[in-house]
């Protein structure tokens, strides 16, 4: 079965990296879908995952298994977690309540599992708000239930079901007071926008899910952690997700087993709600930091049609920072972006060259292609009428 175009879904439309999910895995759970679909043609099933956010969302949630329990990682890293909570309350320049992220939450586990550390520090759901975050809608249908199987307790003190759950058939439900203090949401971390109405949060929780992610997806979803991180705020990993931190705006708080850090330094160049997108190599940022000489949009042309894609964007960006809404430096930095195999990034970069000038050649024939390519057939048509009606004198 050829399942290159799901793949390119899977990796450009969800941000998962097919190779970490071990060999066929991706083409068994396909297969499964496609049945469970009644449909017998991959390119079919392809279409349907780009019209369908349902069969998305459920091709989500068998690749990415939810692989969760209370108190993941021991009792003391929650304990640790709500000492930080109560240490930010007991701050006088700080008004309640404290706000906590939990990204991926998946059945809510572990959000949970802090409010119960709150609830035990005598914290209530006044003083403190916890935003659960995760990309499959079944898993937050669970969460919301707060039903829980036994399994879902291998790691928890033998005393927390009676404590704070109740009986319910062959289940164990979380006791309504401590549901107050969890607000779920769908949404996926390498969006951009993803709680862009949102406060910064003091503390966000995202652990067991870099494994998942491509290298960009990745970028995206550090980018997002920083954005929403108070500027002196704690991020949660894993132990062996910390390597993927800069250090010079992280420093270790606590024990490193615990994955605990503070952040250090808020200088952070290149937000991603701008148009000036950031490295895609967390360890390029401090290079890429560094002041280079004014340049001009032929140097950066120049550069691009040598090869030298790297000096072209450099170029690029600098000149962002100085006219973020020059529509020619964008779209240039769209095609940059495109040769590198960045399609997201240039694809977003090429809307914002159209919102600015709608009828900019160079942005629309690239718009136009990738939206061919995606098999979005009615942008694709409406993006061709108007290269059609568009001339080179529509753009300065």
Same mark, same amino acid.
């Given at each position: ?44 099933? *392809? ?8 069969? =998305? ?28 909570? *109560? ?14 992220? @939990? ?9 949970? @599992? ?9 914290? /209530? ?10 990309? @499959? ?12 199987? /036994? ?35 769908? &949404? ?29 997806? =990745? ?13 002196? &705020? ?14 010079? =705006?992280?420093?270790?708080? &606590?024990?490193?087993?615990?994955? +605990? ?5 808020? &200088?952070?160049?290149?937000?991603? @709600? ?86 900019? +050649?160079?942005?629309? /024939? ?29 753009? /300065?």
């Amino acid at each position: 079965m050829n399942i290159r175009s799901i793949e390119a879904i899977v990796r450009d439309q969800l941000g998962l990296d097919p190779t970490s999910l071990g060999p066929h895995f991706l083409e068994q759970i396909v297969a499964a879908r496609m049945t469970a679909r009644a449909i017998d043609d991959p390119a079919v099933y *392809a279409a349907r995952l780009l019209s369908d956010p349902h069969e =998305r969302d459920a091709l989500v949630a068998e690749l990415v298994v939810p692989e969760t329990w209370f108190f993941r990682g021991g009792y003391p890293l929650f304990s640790r977690l709500a000492n930080i909570v *109560a240490e930010r309350l007991n701050c006088p320049t700080r008004d309640p309540p404290v706000r906590i992220l @939990s990204i991926p939450c998946s059945t809510g586990e572990e959000p949970y @599992s802090l409010a119960i550390a709150l609830y035990e520090r005598f914290l /209530s759901s006044e003083e403190v708000h916890i935003d659960a975050v995760d990309v @499959s809608q079944r898993a937050l249908e669970k969460a919301l239930r707060a039903r829980y199987g /036994s399994f879902s307790f291998r790691e928890a003190n033998p005393e927390l079901r009676t404590l704070y759950f109740r009986p319910c058939h062959d289940e164990w439900e979380l006791l309504p007071h401590l549901r107050t203090y969890v607000h779920f949401h769908l &949404g996926n971390l390498t969006n951009p926008r993803l709680l862009a109405r949102e406060k910064p949060y003091d503390l966000i929780i995202c652990r067991n899910l870099f494994i998942y992610l491509t290298a960009e997806a =990745r970028h995206l979803a550090l980018c997002n952690l920083e954005r929403l991180l108070t500027s002196d &705020g704690r991020l949660c990993l894993t132990a062996a997700e910390a390597d993927r931190l800069p250090a010079n =705006r992280f420093a270790l708080d &606590g024990p490193m087993e615990m994955g +605990i850090y503070r952040r250090v330094n808020a &200088g952070f160049r290149g937000d991603i @709600s701008r148009p000036t997108p950031l490295p895609t190599d967390w360890g390029t940022l401090s290079a890429a930091a560094e002041p280079i000489p004014p340049q001009t949009l032929p140097t950066a042309r120049a550069l691009a049609d040598a090869g030298q894609l790297e000096q072209a964007r450099k170029v690029c960006e600098e000149l962002l920072l100085q006219t973020p809404t020059d529509a020619d430096t964008l779209a240039l930095l769209g095609v940059i972006h495109l040769a590198l195999g960045h399609t997201e990034t240039a694809f977003d970069l090429f809307r914002k060259t159209l919102y600015l000038v709608p009828d900019h +050649i160079e942005a629309l /024939s690239h718009m136009l292609a990738l939206c061919e390519r995606k098999g979005d057939r009615a942008r694709a048509a409406v993006l061709r009428r108007r290269l059609q009606n568009a001339t080179p004198e529509g753009h /300065s």
